[in-house]
């Protein structure tokens, strides 16, 4: 049972930093960090044995939901439910400070961290970090790194 439910944190962790995983076409991350600029946050909490997003935001409900639903789905692979859980927590964090100019190739720094609690009370924890942009941002540099010739663009 350990191995599996840390396997399952490192599903959903992955489902947020992937580049691979998409939400309407954008890295998922960078859809975060671009809603999290829009609201001026520095971060959000999704608590996935609550089938209730806490805020009032549209948005953040359907990921809050989308992430239940992955949650769900890989418990039962492994013969588990939420009622297996006490707890299955998933922090993300911004730079709030912005240290970073938004110049950078790098983009800001983030956190995630997922945390399942089990009826046992054996945690399971992962965590990844990075550097993303939001998409806003990046689409305007996209447009120009996409305008550079082939010959170019390898230099970059």
């Avoid at 806490?54 to 239940?68: C, M, Q, R, T, Y």
């Avoid at 800001?108 to 054996?122: H, N, P, R, S």
Wanted: glycine content about 6%; aromatic content about 14%; charged content about 25%.
């Amino acid at each position: 049972m350990k191995k599996r439910l840390l396997n399952v944190t490192g599903i959903i962790l992955d489902k947020f930093t992937n580049r691979y995983h998409e939400y309407g076409n954008f890295w998922a991350i960078g859809v975060l960090y671009t809603h999290a600029r829009h609201l001026n946050r520095s971060g959000f909490i999704f608590n996935l044995l609550d089938d209730n997003y806490i805020e009032n935001d549209v948005f953040l409900g359907k990921v809050h939901l989308k992430f239940i639903q992955y949650l769900e789905h890989y418990l039962k692979i492994h013969n588990k439910s939420k009622q297996d859980l006490t707890a299955a927590i998933i922090k993300i964090q911004f730079d709030k400070n912005h240290l970073l100019r938004s110049t950078t190739l790098y983009g800001d720094y983030f956190t995630v961290q997922v945390e399942l609690i089990d009826c046992k009370g054996a945690h399971f924890t992962q965590k990844s970090d990075g550097y993303c942009f939001p998409h806003t941002e990046w689409l305007a540099q996209r447009k120009l790194i996409d305008s550079l010739s082939i010959e170019e663009k390898r230099f970059y």
